[in-house]
């Protein structure tokens, strides 16, 4: 199943793709108790209630809870984002479409994209990391870092955001060995290929993280899937991420 948040009246409200439209599920569901946003469907994704998802897309009446025109927000804001490289600083997070603010300081910005693992049940240092028992999906993220003219670091208390999209696609609807990842810069491709052994990287990661502190449902960690130096931004740019099953995570560097 492949997840999105959207605006509801000015609220957070968990919707599923299905071919091609936003349909909102809780409606869909129909029970008072189902999760009303992505975050509460991550946290209590087991059983009964990815059942009652499921069950509600493969209804002949689905099409009834179709969202017109959605405005696609932010899917998820985990709960803690793991990105190995990136500055340990608190990062606010955008969504798909979102323009990303120019720092002070800055003579240009790196960019890295990055696929990220959320995960769906905690882990503990004496259960060992299982993909098919822990992770609830992927999802693309878009990351940069900023760098003054000498090209060392423009530190802010707030950090630059990171940008997360378009949707989050369950663990079991894609196998992240063939995902096949796209980078345009302004239109031109500047990277492709599937994520081989990234996904397992990305595993790999997650199980040494969870010795140290055990991961909670809703945490994330992000990996970047290619082994290029990052690419040099500047005002104006438009960036475009986009993998098989996830979609495409757009977002446009702000003019200082």
């Known amino acids: 199943m492949r997840f999105v948040t959207y605006d509801r009246g ?21 029970h008072p108790a189902f999760p009303t946003t ?23 009446d689905v099409f009834d809870w179709r969202v017109k025109r959605p405005r696609v927000l932010t899917p998820l ?15 606010r997070v955008i969504g798909p479409e979102q323009e990303v603010p120019w720092p ?23 259960e060992p990391f299982d993909p098919a028992r822990h992770l609830f999906g992927f999802t693309l ?42 980078v345009k810069i302004d ?8 994520l081989n052994g990234t996904a397992r990287s990305l595993y790999r990661s997650i199980e040494e993280a969870s010795r140290v502190a055990p991961f909670s449902r809703g945490d994330a960690l992000a990996l970047n899937p290619f082994r290029r130096p990052p690419d ?4 104006g740019a438009e960036v475009i991420v986009s993998a ?13």
Not at 77 to 91: I, M, N, Q, W, Y
Not at 244 to 256: H, K, V, Y
Request: hydrophobic fraction near 40%; glycine fraction near 10%.
């Open 10 to 30: 000015g609220q957070r409200r968990l919707g599923a793709i299905f071919e091609g439209e936003v349909v909102d599920l809780p409606d869909a569901v129909g």
């Open 38 to 60: 992505l975050e509460g469907l991550v946290s209590s994704s087991r059983g009964t209630v990815m059942d009652a998802a499921r069950t509600a897309l493969d209804r002949d």
């Open 77 to 91: 804001f985990p709960a803690s984002l793991l990105s190995p490289g990136s500055l340990d600083v608190e990062r």
């Open 104 to 126: 002070d300081g800055a003579a240009w910005l790196e960019y890295e994209p990055k696929v990220a693992a959320v995960l769906g049940l905690e882990t503990s240092a004496s």
């Open 141 to 182: 993220v878009s990351d940069w870092q900023a760098r003054d003219s000498s090209g060392a670091p423009v530190v802010h208390a707030d950090g630059l955001p990171i940008a997360i999209g378009p949707c989050v696609v369950t663990a079991d609807e894609v196998d992240p060995q063939v995902m096949y990842l796209q």
């Open 187 to 194: 239109g031109e491709e500047v990277a492709k290929g599937n």
């Open 232 to 235: 040099e931004l500047w005002p």
């Open 244 to 256: 098989e099953s996830i979609g495409t995570l757009r977002n446009r560097l702000a003019a200082p």
